[in-house]
């Protein structure tokens, strides 16, 4: 990927429901709202199941839709969650459906990278191209 973007988001709203609970596992669809601020400006919405287990093991897979302006170009496109986290070691990856691009985002690719500072504050950061 030659190109790189970075934006900070806030997450607007978060609504988790559980729907199966037992042996102490928690299966739960949640659908959340973002807005993104700097070289990603725009909003997103996305749907993700998640499961806790005890002890802190956790896993979700998702997709979500971000409509933004990517440095001079405008759009959507589909972002993919994967993520496991077990005994304090954690795997996610977030990558770009391919063909999911929109305007001017039409033939992007991609793969994103979520950090959460110490005060809380969200980043993400885009290594992309196009087709």
Known sequence: MSLHAT????????????YDERDGTTLTRTHFTKTFH???EGTSTAELLM???????AAYVGFERITCRIHDREGSFILHHNATQSHG???????VMPNSGT??????????QITIDADGKH???LDYDFD
């Open 123 to 125: 980043t993400f950061t």
């Open 51 to 57: 499961a806790s287990a005890p002890e802190g093991s």
């Open 7 to 18: 934006g900070t988001f806030e997450i607007d709203t978060w609504e988790a429901t559980p």
């Open 103 to 112: 305007g001017d985002l039409r033939d992007l690719r991609g793969e994103g």
């Open 38 to 40: 700097g070289e990603i």
């Open 89 to 95: 070691a954690q795997s996610a990856t977030w990558s």
